[in-house]
């Protein structure tokens, strides 16, 4: 058993895509910005809000991310629930726990309080908490340092390549999930859990 179990949080913890898509939908809607498939947004998830309309949207990238920060809780509190088994393994793994997210902080912080799993974690970083994003190390690299574990003691649970390549190149043991947004096809390279038992078994 590692000392220390990172996760991801969207599409990993939380079954949040409908959240994401929709609120990002709205966010170009009010921006009177064409909105991009369900798909291409569901793609990116796991980047920067800032990196996502960049790519997807020729809008003003600095208010529709502030519109869809002010948007995202509605849709949250509607669509968005733990995946089914999550709370059990938390409950039973007897190890420190950490989210490394791409929300920012304080939406991170949100989000873990309203799914009522905050207190299973010692860590909870955002990603404007280090200088720079998935898929770069930092994130993980500062979950390491605040927790005095090292990257032979540590695996990283995630549902993108993005986690994953981040797990990469901070050294990290990487374990994917199959049920989030990029799916088994993409994450074939990783070890890869395609239910939460397989999780809890693959963690070790």
Request: cysteine-free; charged content about 10%.
């Given at each position: 058993m590692p000392r220390l179990v990172v996760f991801d949080l969207d599409g990993t913890l939380s079954d949040s895509r409908e959240?994401?898509?929709r609120t990002?939908?709205?966010?170009c809607l009010d921006h009177a910005v064409p909105a991009p498939t369900d798909q291409a947004v569901a793609d990116l998830i796991g980047l920067p809000l800032v990196h996502m309309f960049e790519t997807l949207t020729g809008g003003p990238v600095p208010a529709m991310v502030q519109t869809y920060k002010d948007r995202y809780v509605e849709f949250d509190r509607l669509h968005t629930r733990l995946f089914p088994g999550i709370l059990e393994l938390l409950i039973g793994l007897a190890t420190l726990k950490a989210v490394a997210t791409s929300k920012m902080q304080q939406g991170a912080e949100r989000s873990l309080e309203r799914a009522g799993i905050t207190a299973h974690f010692d860590q909870?970083?955002?990603?404007?908490?280090v200088p720079r994003p998935k898929p770069h190390p930092d994130m993980l690299l500062e979950v390491l340092r605040r927790a005095g574990v090292s990257r032979d003691d540590a695996v990283m649970v995630g549902d993108t390549t993005f986690d994953m390549d981040m797990a990469d190149a901070?050294?990290?043991r990487g374990i994917a999930v199959s049920w989030g947004a990029h799916g088994a096809h993409r994450l074939a390279r990783w070890s890869t859990a395609h239910t939460v038992d397989e999780l809890r078994q693959l963690i070790g």
């Open positions: 959240a994401i898509v990002f939908e709205a966010a909870i970083i955002g990603h404007d908490a901070a050294g990290v």
